[in-house]
Nanobody, 123 residues
Framework: QVQLVESGGGLVQVGGSLRLSCVASGRTFGSYAMGWFRQGSGKERDIVAAISQSGRFTNYPDSVKGRFAISRDNAKNTLYLQMNSLKPEDTAVYYC????????????????WGQGTQVTVSS
């Protein structure tokens, strides 16, 4: 099974930027569609961004569209989430996830999950 290790979380001011990384091991990275989810305190785990196997297709919810960008480097087995113009409501634990599908979006599309990394946006 693929193992996912996240990094890059931290404390950032409103309007600032962060880039999260997720390194995959144990399987061929390019065989998985990937996604980022987040879970705020007392809230559901929601999709943040999704990317297809090849990286050709991406999808975002309206809450982050235009501010966040998902990308992948299959040669490095690494998934990224670039977060710009951060808002207090972006504060959450962020998780990367891998899917056996060519493209995913919903929680149930993803089989493997990272441990999560905390992002806190100060107001």
């Amino acid at each position: 099974q693929v193992q996912l290790v996240e990094s890059g979380g931290g404390l950032v001011q409103v309007g600032g930027s962060l880039r999260l990384s997720c390194v995959a091991s144990g399987r061929t990275f390019g065989s998985y569609a990937m996604g980022w989810f987040r879970q705020g305190s007392g809230k559901e785990r929601d999709i943040v961004a999704a990317i297809s196997q090849s990286g050709r297709f991406t999808n975002y919810p309206d809450s982050v569209k235009g501010r966040f960008a998902i990308s992948r480097d299959n040669a490095k087995n690494t998934l990224y989430l670039q977060m710009n113009s951060l808002k207090p409501e972006d504060t959450a634990v962020y998780y990367c996830a891998a899917s056996n599908l060519r493209m995913g979006y919903y929680y149930t599309d993803y089989t493997y999950w990272g441990q999560g990394t905390q992002v806190t946006v100060s107001s």
